[in-house]
C-alpha cells in the first residue's frame, strides 16, 4: 500500500499512514475525517476552517492521553 501511494508521487504524512493503517481493518480514516470536517466547518470560525487533518490527529492524541 504504501509503495503504490509513494510512487504515485503522493507526499506521505502521518494521516496517510495512518489511512493505510486502518484500511487494513477496514475502517476508512479518510472518509471519517471527512464526515468530521464538514460538520466542523458548521462552526464557520477561522481557526477550524484551517483546521488539517493532521491538526485532528494531534488533537486527538492529546486528548486521549
Known sequence: MFEKVNTGGVTLNVFELLTA???AD???LRKDW???RAEL???DTKIVNNFSNTDFLQTV???ST
Open 21 to 23: 493503517t486502518f484500511a
Open 26 to 28: 477496514e475502517f476508512d
Open 34 to 36: 471527512d464526515d468530521r
Open 41 to 43: 466547518r458548521r462552526w
Open 61 to 63: 492524541t492529546l486528548v
